[in-house]
């Protein structure tokens, strides 16, 4: 006999599946940033060229990976909407993990000259393609698992895996950055990357028994025929273009995380070890912090805390980039971990809920995939790099990265004024509220074509 009973939500398995993927993914993204700043810059690019302008080089590389984002959200949310969130959820935590790991196997500019950067260049873009799926899957997974009065606080747990991604990250890093120069240029700056495959193993292992939700199971019996990213161009793209606005305020973590760090180590001659401890704290800060601002937004609304959270963190980034040229440690501390640790946190914890809750279930990792990763690419390719044009040459102007952190805030705060808010409807009226009659009918047509033939 046939069993076909409804899956069980297991909002608590799937919250961590979810978290650990994203933890992974935010690693490979504090470690590549994190050695940009420090070492990649000094490793594969000429060393005639001014210090500034390799660092320029270095963060273009990391911006490629971001670049190239949309495309694979074109690819692999439409995967996640037909054959469900986990498929795509293993099919990137291997992309992430094994590019990652090369990385850190990579010939640098002395072994290979011009070679050297452009294997890099090729490795993130793979890499990027491969992280464009994975967020809009976990937090498609996380939502459709969790009691409707707790979505907000269950998809949290995506984020803050950006959080500990980024703590682990520095933390392994800060004992290589304290090494003699000869030593983290030789061999220590790899093993960080080598790191990632024992994150890949856990996330595999917690991830291989994780099942599809029932909202998924119930989009995939209506036997539907109209293809998700048609759907989401033809009835959704307003919604595209503002999830992508809000999520430019990525920017200004970008900036906080990688830019930051170049500034203050190779414009003003801070001390590594030291400076890396601020994203430390900010991330373990952001750690345990970002599933109560989810538990927050459950209460008063996803768009109040995400607004709330994206004004702190634009408005913080320019006395934490002021302190930096004063030297003053104190100041550099409290305002990062302001900037990162709490605010930007806070609009991090909404944003899962928040976006994700914009699409009907039948088209929602396809919509997330390509709204957030487009917010994304274009806030990955301004923050650190245009941050790092506007510090100079010498990389000592704060100016105009902090006119830039405002700007982006300003962006992503006006794109989700317009936003409706959700957080009183459950799921299922969700779906109901963001469709449209024609689209309905679409829908509905669609399941009647194979029939009529």
Same mark, same amino acid.
């Given at each position: 006999?046939?069993?076909?009973?409804?899956?069980?939500?297991?909002?608590?398995?799937?919250?961590?599946?979810?978290?650990?993927?994203?933890?992974?993914?935010?690693?490979?993204?504090?470690?590549?940033?994190?050695?940009?700043?420090?070492?990649?810059?000094?490793?594969?690019?000429?060393?005639?060229?001014?210090?500034?302008?390799?660092?320029?080089?270095?963060?273009?590389?990391?911006?490629?990976?971001?670049?190239?984002?949309?495309?694979?959200?074109?690819?692999?949310?439409?995967?996640?909407?037909?054959?469900?969130?986990?498929?795509?959820?293993?099919?990137?935590?291997?992309?992430?993990?094994?590019?990652?790991?090369?990385?850190?196997?990579?010939?640098?500019?002395?072994?290979?000259?011009?070679?050297?950067?452009?294997?890099?260049?090729?490795?993130?873009?793979?890499?990027?393609?491969?992280?464009?799926?994975?967020?809009?899957?976990?937090?498609?997974?996380?939502?459709?698992?969790?009691?409707?009065?707790?979505?907000?606080?269950?998809?949290?747990?995506?984020?803050?895996?950006?959080?500990?991604?980024?703590?682990?990250?520095?933390?392994?890093?800060?004992?290589?950055?304290?090494?003699?120069?000869?030593?983290?240029?030789?061999?220590?700056?790899?093993?960080?990357?080598?790191?990632?495959?024992?994150?890949?193993?856990?996330?595999?292992?917690?991830?291989?028994?994780?099942?599809? %939700?029932?909202?998924?199971?119930?989009?995939?019996?209506?036997?539907?025929?109209?293809?998700?990213?048609?759907?989401?161009?033809?009835?959704?793209?307003?919604?595209?273009?503002?999830?992508?606005?809000?999520?430019?305020?990525?920017?200004?973590?970008?900036?906080?995380?990688?830019?930051?760090?170049?500034?203050?180590?190779?414009?003003?001659?801070?001390?590594?070890?030291?400076?890396?401890?601020?994203?430390?704290?900010?991330?373990?800060?952001?750690?345990?912090?970002? %599933?109560?601002?989810?538990?927050?937004?459950?209460?008063?609304?996803?768009?109040?805390?995400?607004?709330?959270?994206?004004?702190?963190?634009?408005?913080?980034?320019?006395?934490?980039?002021?302190?930096?040229?004063?030297?003053?440690?104190?100041?550099?501390?409290?305002?990062?971990?302001?900037?990162?640790?709490?605010?930007?946190?806070?609009?991090?914890?909404?944003? %899962?809920?928040?976006?994700?809750?914009?699409? %009907?279930?039948?088209?929602?990792?396809?919509?997330?995939?390509?709204?957030?990763?487009?917010?994304?690419?274009?806030?990955?390719?301004?923050?650190?790099?245009?941050?790092?044009?506007?510090?100079?040459?010498?990389?000592?102007?704060?100016?105009?990265?902090?006119?830039?952190?405002?700007?982006?805030?300003?962006?992503?705060?006006?794109?989700?004024?317009?936003?409706?808010?959700?957080?009183?409807?459950?799921?299922?009226?969700?779906?109901?509220?963001?469709?449209?009659?024609?689209?309905?009918?679409?829908?509905?047509?669609?399941?009647?074509?194979?029939?009529?033939?």
């Amino acid at each position: 006999m046939t069993n076909t009973a409804t899956p069980k939500k297991t909002p608590a398995k799937a919250a961590i599946a979810s978290w650990v993927g994203t933890t992974l993914e935010y690693y490979d993204f504090a470690v590549y940033g994190t050695a940009a700043a420090l070492v990649l810059n000094q490793l594969f690019f000429p060393p005639e060229l001014p210090d500034g302008i390799r660092v320029l080089l270095s963060m273009a590389t990391l911006a490629v990976g971001y670049v190239v984002r949309p495309l694979g959200a074109f690819i692999l949310g439409p995967l996640g909407d037909r054959f469900g969130r986990k498929f795509v959820m293993m099919l990137t935590l291997f992309g992430i993990g094994i590019c990652t790991f090369i990385i850190g196997c990579l010939p640098t500019y002395e072994d290979m000259g011009v070679l050297a950067p452009i294997l890099l260049v090729v490795i993130r873009i793979i890499q990027g393609l491969s992280v464009s799926g994975e967020q809009a899957s976990a937090i498609s997974m996380s939502l459709e698992h969790a009691s409707d009065h707790r979505r907000a606080f269950t998809t949290s747990f995506v984020t803050s895996g950006s959080a500990s991604g980024g703590l682990l990250a520095t933390a392994v890093f800060i004992p290589f950055a304290a090494l003699p120069q000869d030593q983290l240029l030789d061999w220590a700056w790899r093993v960080p990357f080598w790191l990632s495959a024992i994150v890949v193993v856990v996330a595999y292992i917690i991830r291989r028994t994780l099942e599809e %939700p029932p909202a998924f199971h119930e989009a995939q019996a209506l036997g539907a025929q109209l293809a998700p990213m048609k759907q989401v161009l033809r009835f959704h793209w307003v919604t595209v273009i503002r999830v992508a606005a809000c999520a430019m305020i990525a920017g200004v973590s970008y900036l906080f995380a990688t830019f930051s760090v170049a500034f203050a180590t190779t414009g003003y001659g801070l001390d590594r070890p030291t400076m890396l401890w601020v994203p430390v704290l900010a991330s373990l800060l952001a750690l345990i912090y970002t %599933p109560f601002a989810g538990y927050i937004a459950d209460l008063i609304g996803r768009r109040t805390v995400f607004i709330i959270g994206a004004i702190g963190a634009g408005v913080t980034t320019a006395p934490y980039l002021w302190a930096i040229t004063e030297g003053n440690w104190p100041l550099i501390f409290l305002f990062g971990i302001l900037c990162n640790g709490f605010f930007y946190s806070t609009a991090n914890a909404a944003w %899962p809920a928040f976006f994700a809750e914009m699409f %009907p279930n039948r088209v929602r990792v396809s919509g997330l995939a390509v709204g957030t990763q487009i917010g994304f690419a274009i806030a990955g390719a301004i923050g650190p790099v245009a941050s790092t044009a506007l510090a100079g040459e010498d990389l000592l102007d704060w100016v105009g990265p902090s006119l830039l952190g405002l700007g982006l805030m300003a962006i992503a705060v006006i794109a989700a004024l317009t936003a409706k808010e959700t957080r009183r409807y459950s799921l299922d009226e969700v779906d109901e509220l963001q469709q449209s009659e024609r689209e309905k009918d679409a829908v509905t047509a669609s399941i009647r074509l194979p029939a009529a033939r």
